[in-house]
């Protein structure tokens, strides 16, 4: 216990001894030193801090239009103060002018209508109407005649590039046993236009007889003769595809030379260009008479309304016909003032 505080006392007396001696060194060194004073004072303290981020208001507002479209004016700008009821920008509405013009347009249209069928139709288009029918007659006068005279022209297509320019190589054409007097490489084909014959023939006689008695018959007779003109048209055309194959195998031999077989060919493309351009023509007529058909009909309802007047329902559907066209209007007004507020 002795040796432990002897040693404790030596070895606090060092450490004083050691702080002493370091502070006169420094002291020393030093040499003289004057004092510097600072007078404190009340004032504002200021302190800079750079700092990144994103600025938000304290308060926004979220702006809806009532009308979409494309902004044409804005009439503010960042940091503006604003009021309850400014106009903060516009929405480009040409489009909407012209189609409220359109709509004006069209209720005009709809209430002279309305007007017209009101007072009555006058004289004047009465006499306009009555010459549309006049009109309408005369070209389905025409159209009938145009259909009677294609009708007639397939038929004598077709009996010339049958009776003339296909029987010039056959037998007995115009008989039960009709004979192709062409060598063919095959027995089917021969047979096949051989049999086409006989049926042709009937149909060429019957359709003879159908165009004799074509007349002004009305048009329930023309009609059908000319229903019945294209499906001969068509049965014909068959048939000389099939004579056209045979023909133009053919090669030259004792019986039929070249110059032979050369006329052949040109009969039997001339006989088919004649037979389809009958069939496009008769298609063109029966066209043309359908429509005329139409027209005189309408012409004649139209004139039949004109000279009996209108009736209260007429009158009262034009009329809702033209309430309808003023609702449109106003609807399209409105989107026009709505984008004219924005």
Do not use: C
């Amino acid at each position: 216990m002795r040796f432990f505080s002897h040693t404790s006392h030596l070895l606090y007396s060092t450490i004083a001894l050691g702080l002493i001696a370091g502070a006169s060194f420094f002291w020393w060194s030093s040499g003289e030193r004057s004092a510097n004073t600072l007078t404190v004072h009340p004032a504002e303290f200021l302190q800079q801090i750079s700092v990144s981020g994103k600025i938000v208001p304290v308060q926004s507002v979220d702006l809806a239009f009532s009308a979409g479209g494309r902004i044409s004016v804005v009439r503010v700008t960042v940091g503006d103060r604003v009021a309850r009821g400014m106009v903060l920008a516009s929405v480009d509405n040409a489009d909407l002018a012209a189609e409220v013009e359109q709509k004006r347009a069209a209720l005009s249209a709809a209430r002279a209508r309305y007007e017209s069928l009101l007072h009555g139709t006058r004289l004047e288009q009465i006499a306009v109407t009555r010459s549309i029918m006049a009109s309408a007659e005369t070209a389905l006068d025409a159209a009938y005649r145009a259909l009677t005279d294609a009708g007639r022209t397939a038929y004598t297509q077709s009996d010339d590039a049958v009776r003339h320019r296909v029987d010039q190589f056959m037998s007995n054409s115009r008989t039960a046993s009709p004979h192709l007097n062409l060598s063919t490489y095959g027995s089917r084909l021969k047979g096949d236009i051989e049999m086409s014959r006989v049926v042709i023939e009937r149909l060429l006689q019957i359709w003879q007889a159908d165009v004799g008695a074509l007349s002004p018959q009305g048009e329930g007779v023309i009609v059908a003769s000319a229903e019945t003109a294209a499906k001969n048209l068509a049965t014909v055309a068959g048939f000389l595809d099939n004579v056209a194959l045979v023909v133009n195998i053919l090669t030259p031999t004792a019986s039929f030379s070249q110059t032979v077989i050369d006329g052949y060919r040109t009969d039997i493309i001339t006989g088919r260009a004649n037979v389809n351009t009958a069939a496009a023509g008769l298609t063109s007529a029966r066209t043309i008479y359908t429509n005329a058909v139409a027209s005189l009909t309408t012409a004649k309802k139209n004139l039949e309304l004109e000279e009996a007047g209108a009736t209260a329902d007429d009158i009262a559907a034009r009329a809702s016909d033209m309430a309808v066209v003023e609702a449109d209007l106003q609807r399209v007004q409105a989107q026009y003032q709505k984008k004219q507020g924005n």
